[in-house]
């Protein structure tokens, strides 16, 4: 005895939700980017991922990116290539990348809208 669907319906005049971008990069991460990948013609670009550590639960991975892999997420914007790993991809959904230059530091900073907690440090965070 095979199943049969009972319904299928239009709904008209529901709002669309509009869909994130997987990554957003400020002008400065994209100038430090270039800056970083000067001369090192065997990378594609940079590779973002998360990993299990810290007292939250999850900290980001940075580093140079020679291929993309199946699964992996690419993100192009201004001549910038930055490849998000496969296991990174829901955890990074809308974040914007910026590079913060400071007296005392200079890294990269991503604002994520999907955290819901970090350690006192910064170092770490949760989903």
Do not use: H
Not at 63 to 78: G, L, R, S
Not at 89 to 99: H, I, K, R, S
Request: glycine share 8%.
């Amino acid at each position: 005895m095979s199943k049969k669907i009972r319904a299928v319906r239009a709904i008209k005049g529901r709002k669309i939700l509009p869909t994130r971008a997987a990554l957003v990069l400020t002008p400065a991460a994209v100038t430090r980017i270039k800056e970083i990948l000067v001369g090192k013609n065997e990378y594609i670009g940079l590779k973002i991922g998360v990993r299990q550590r810290g007292c939250n639960g999850l900290s980001y991975t940075l580093d140079y990116a020679v291929k993309k892999d199946a699964m992996d997420e690419e993100v192009v914007q201004d001549g910038v290539r930055v490849i998000i790993d496969k296991k990174a991809q829901l955890t990074l959904l809308g974040t914007e990348m910026d590079y913060v230059n400071t007296t005392l530091s200079s890294e990269f900073v991503f604002n994520n809208p999907n955290i819901k907690g970090t350690c006192g440090c910064g170092e770490s965070f949760s989903i």
